[in-house]
């Protein structure tokens, strides 16, 4: 969608090339597989498939670090907060005043950080290699997802790269008539003016986005497609490889003994 | 619905539209019928109503953003985008790019109503041959220039076939001489399917001998209508054609300036190379500019050769790719404020405001305020001009370009040429001793047109150096204006 | 024939009470300008998301449920979109997609953002289906984020927070709620009167100026 953005994809492999669709549906097996439970031990298997697939999605490795260096802090810190807070059986290994943790609260707060990691790795790696313009005509016409809303949202996901490129016309804009700079507090307020004058700006492109499909008789009928999305026998090798993979971290988690259905803990 | 199915016919009655917002209606009074197949070129005012009364037409105003009167029939039934008979080109190219790659933006129309898909990359290839944008089918949509934009748009449409077409001001960016072209490839695409072709232009030549007939919308209705050699050469219609701002073929240019000799050198860039992106492709290099008080200087060229690129870069709003701009100690002394760096760039908000005014290609970018009047004045107060002073400039500027009734409008609301008049006043307002316009005339009538050109002949009188990015030859003729021609990457002074 | 002419000569488009459309089917300004919104807050989501541990580290250090009292941000996309869109559906569906857009470059909620996204739109949208999408004053705007930021904390609850017990579960719940009212509800009711100032609603039933000039 945006190269700023975007972890970039630097080889064309076989799992680039699959379908979305597939790939979205790969994807949401293994978020399923690591939602359902929370344990050390599925979440740290499928943590480890999942760094092992990486070289298979062919992005740029050194960017993915770059890019997403905060996914790991956000993940500690959310084990922390469930180090604090849940039940507190087992052995204690820090009582000091409030802060109470024990061994069995420490490894909850280790599953949790952990799975926030194999919920979040996947989906980057899918997204990073989605086009959204692919995505759009497989979601039509595979999953049968209306048209006019799947096509009027990948019109509008456009409007990211434009959105940031119009945020530095309007910061050009404001420096063209100097109202730019000024003091920290300028600054902020600029910040806040601009934000709101992208939201207005948007809404305004949108109106008129929608003028021009409709002035090209957007929301007509029998609408035909020049893109015609296909299934390819490396999509079922994929979907496969996600079942395998969330078949084998439960696997692992209940033969560990660790398993831990969601639904059923802290009530 | 696909090629050859013939034209539809357009039936108004009393028709009227009045914008939520607005005291007066955009258009009323309409009677007009306009057979399946003819072509008519709309005239009328900037402002007048043009691009209501196609947007009417097309079925693309919603119901909520305004209050209809009378009827208005399409084909026999009101009008229905979604019964895919009618493509609309918009006057504004930036607004209408829906798709990322180049190619499927083309199909997209083609896809809506229902054409063959087998067909269509053909047809699409094609329809970018004819108005000749030459780029790679997977070219991202978000890299293109004006000009270049409204040339996509257009072949959507003609890719389409509808059997309304209607077109607003389609040529107003493209460089002139790719008009005639792009003018045939629309008329080719006509008589291919019998279309109905309703064309708004401020340019009355382009089209005049191509077309059965030509309605002037007035104040109120329409002023006149008929076979364009009725219209043009009825002496008594001369009179109301020319309050209506239409361009008259053979009405004389007003007198060119008289250039005098430069003053000192303002603004200077040696060895310059611009880029739109900081890691894209180099747009010019080895750009030589000098620019002196009094001065008029024109960046000419097609479509894409880097005339706006270069312009923002002057204006220091984009970043140099190799070379500097380099502010004359003149420059540095004129104007509030004391910046200390000769690079333009590195000069706050407020100092650059007082020096070098920028006017973008596209005018909605740079309106920051919610009226019009707000919008005038806030260049001259930001640059320190005392309240009585930046009054008076304002109330003058409003009356000369036509603005004065739309003082309280928030800018956004603006007709296309009202738009790109407020943009430039807005920068003539605050007077700065460099002025910088990226197509300062387009989509105005003959009226505004003069007022603009008078203006920038008193800017140029009275010592400001004016640089334009202009396909409007009248227009640098009027203002004696050097020329600077870009393409293939470099520019050469004329 | 007859009926087509006499509705097109009408002159009064909008015979629905004031703010209501007059059509309860989407229209393809509708579509795009929910789906453009939803981008727009779908960056807010992403920037909110990087710089919400920084955010909630002290609320965090505090007390872990009083983070419930930041989440209203979470939920501003249904309420917003609801009250500017006035259709059915359109609080979940701006909500959705702009959980999507915030995940698209890459946050520590992964695919799971659609079904949080799905649970939160589902907050605002049966309150506005309740009072049959047809009142939008300031008391439903405030119930939309209120009942969007329970859905939300409910939603977290079971995802998230199911390590915590029970009275921390209750005490997020009721923050949540307070802060979906104020920072969904609130928020999303003056954005609407800024925005419609500025006339950018004009093809709307929730933005018709009244200034005219
Ligand atoms: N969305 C809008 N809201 C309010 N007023 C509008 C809107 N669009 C246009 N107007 C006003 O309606 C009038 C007619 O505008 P329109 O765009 O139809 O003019 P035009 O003849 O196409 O002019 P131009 O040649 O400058 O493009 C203008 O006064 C304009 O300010
Ligand atoms: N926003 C952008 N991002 C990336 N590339 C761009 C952008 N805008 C234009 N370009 C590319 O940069 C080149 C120079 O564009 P520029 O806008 O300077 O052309 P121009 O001479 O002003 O053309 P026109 O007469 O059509 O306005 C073009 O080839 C265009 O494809
Ligand atoms: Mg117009
Ligand atoms: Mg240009």
């Known amino acids: ?155 509008a996901a456009r409007l990211v790269t434009l959105f940031i490129a119009e945020w530095q016309t309007l910061a050009q804009a404001r420096r063209a008539r100097g109202v730019a700079g000024g003091n920290v507090f300028a600054r902020v307020g600029g910040f806040f003016q601009t934000s709101f004058a992208l939201l207005v700006q948007a809404i305004r492109r949108g109106t008129r986005l929608a003028m021009a499909m409709e002035g090209r008789g957007f929301g007509a009928q029998n609408r035909t497609w020049a893109r015609i999305s296909t299934f390819h026998p490396r999509d079922g090798v994929l979907l496969a490889g996600a079942i395998i993979a969330a078949a084998v971290t439960i696997g692992a988690a209940v033969a560990a003994g660790t398993w831990n259905f969601i639904f059923t803990i802290g009530s | 619905m696909a090629a050859a199915t013939g034209g539809v016919d357009v039936l108004a009655r009393g028709f009227g539209w009045r914008h939520s917002g607005r005291k007066r209606a955009a258009v009323s009074d309409i009677d007009l019928r306009i057979e399946a197949g003819e072509r008519v070129l709309l005239l009328g005012s900037s402002g007048a109503g043009k691009s209501t009364l196609l947007h009417a037409i097309a079925g693309v105003l919603p119901a909520e953003s305004g209050y209809r ?78 000009g270049q934009k409204q040339r996509l748009a257009l072949a959507g449409v003609l890719a389409m076939a509808p059997g309304l077409m209607v077109l607003d001001e389609p040529t107003a960016n493209i460089d002139p001489a790719a008009v005639p072209e792009v003018c045939q490839a629309v008329l080719d695409a006509q008589a291919a399917s019998g279309a109905t072709l309703l064309i708004v232009e401020h340019r009355v030549d382009i089209w005049a001998e191509h077309v059965d007939r030509i309605i002037v919308l007035g104040e109120t209705g329409l002023v006149a209508d008929g076979s364009p050699a009725a219209v043009l050469h009825d002496p008594a219609l001369r009179g109301t054609l020319a309050a209506a701002g ?42 030589s500019i000098d620019l002196a008080e009094g001065q008029a200087l024109a960046l000419v060229g097609h479509n894409g050769a880097g005339k706006s690129t270069t312009a923002l870069t002057l204006g220091s709003l984009l970043p140099a790719r190799a070379g500097r701009v380099r502010a004359t100690d003149r420059l540095l002394d004129l104007g509030r404020g004391a910046p200390r760096h000769s690079d333009p760039h590195r000069w706050p908000a407020a100092d650059l405001v007082a020096r070098i005014g920028t006017v973008f290609q596209e005018p909605e970018h740079q309106f920051l305020t919610t009226t019009v009047a707000d919008e005038l004045r806030l260049g001259p107060r930001q640059a320190g001009c005392p309240q009585a002073e930046t009054e008076a400039r304002v109330a003058e500027l409003l009356e ?95 | 024939m007859s009926d087509v002419q006499t509705r097109h ?22 579509i795009v300008v929910a789906s453009v919104l939803a981008v727009a807050i779908g960056i807010v989501f992403w920037a909110w998301s990087n710089s919400w541990e920084t955010i909630s580290a002290p609320f965090q250090a505090l007390y872990p449920p009083t983070k419930g009292l930041l989440t209203g941000v979470w939920v501003l996309g249904g309420v917003l979109g609801g009250l500017i869109i006035r259709k059915p559906g359109a609080a979940l569906y701006v909500e959705v997609l702009a959980a999507i857009v915030s995940a698209v470059p890459g946050n520590y909620f992964g695919l799971m953002v659609i079904v949080s996204g799905l649970i939160q739109g589902f907050g605002a949208e049966l309150i506005f289906a309740a009072l049959r999408y047809r009142r939008y004053t300031l008391i439903a705007t405030l119930l939309a984020g209120l009942g969007a930021g329970l859905s939300l904390a409910i939603g977290e609850n079971i995802l998230y927070n199911a390590a915590w017990t029970f009275e921390h579960k209750a005490l997020y719940t009721v923050f949540a709620g307070i802060s979906g009212m104020v920072l969904a509800g609130l928020v999303s009711w003056f954005a609407l009167k800024a925005i419609a100032r500025t006339g950018a609603l004009g093809a709307f039933a929730s933005g018709r100026s009244a200034r005219e000039v």
């Open chain 2, 400 to 494: 000369r370009l036509r603005l004065t009734r739309l003082a309280g409008a928030h800018p956004h609301t603006l007709s296309g040429g009202e738009k790109r008049r407020l943009s430039v006043a807005c920068m003539m307002a605050t007077r700065p001793p460099v002025l910088i316009i990226d197509e300062p005339t387009f989509g105005q009538d003959a009226n505004t047109w003069r007022e603009l050109a008078a203006l920038s002949c008193e800017l140029l009188d009275a010592g400001t150096a004016l640089l334009t990015v202009s396909h409007d030859a009248e227009f640098l003729q009027v203002i004696a204006a050097e020329r600077m021609v870009f393409g293939r990457g470099q520019a050469v002074r004329a």
């Open chain 2, 69 to 146: 009167t009378g009827e208005l029939l399409v084909g026999g039934r009101p009008p229905d985008p979604t019964s895919g008979t009618t493509g609309l080109v918009l006057q504004d190219p930036d607004a209408q790019v829906v798709l990322a790659r180049l190619g499927d933006d083309v199909c997209f129309g083609m896809e809506n109503t229902g054409v063959d898909p087998a067909v269509m990359p053909a047809r699409a290839r094609a329809a970018l041959a004819t108005v000749g944008l030459d780029l790679p089918w997977d070219h991202p949509t978000s890299a293109l220039s004006g």
């Open chain 1, 1 to 155: 969608m945006n190269a700023d953005l975007l972890v970039p994809v630097v080889r064309e492999t076989a799992l680039v090339r699959c379908n979305p669709v597939a790939k979205l549906a790969a994807g949401a097996v293994l978020a399923v597989a690591v939602v359902l439970s929370i344990d050390v031990v599925s979440a740290a298997v499928m943590l480890g498939l999942v760094v092992l697939m990486l070289p298979l999605t062919g992005l740029d490795l050194a960017m993915l670090v770059k890019r997403l260096w905060f996914l790991p802090l956000a993940a500690l810190m959310a084990g922390w907060g469930t180090a604090l807070l849940s039940q507190k059986t087992g052995t204690v290994i820090v009582d000091a005043g409030p802060l109470l943790l024990t061994s069995d609260s420490l490894t909850m707060g280790a599953a949790v950080a952990l799975r926030a990691l194999a919920l979040a790795l996947p989906a980057v790696m899918l997204i990073a290699t989605i086009d959204p313009t692919d995505l759009a005509d497989s979601l039509i016409q595979h999953l049968r997802l209306p048209a006019t809303f799947v096509l009027a949202a990948l019109a």
């Open chain 3, 9 to 30: 000569t009408d002159s009064e488009p909008n015979p629905t009470p004031a703010g209501v459309p007059a059509t309860m089917r989407w229209r393809v300004v509708d």
């Open chain 2, 246 to 287: 239409v361009w008259l073929p053979g009405a004389a240019l007003p007198q060119p300036r008289t250039p005098q000799p430069a003053g000192a050198v303002l603004l200077e860039a040696d060895g310059l190379a611009v880029a739109r992106a900081r890691r894209g492709p180099v747009a010019v290099s080895d750009l």
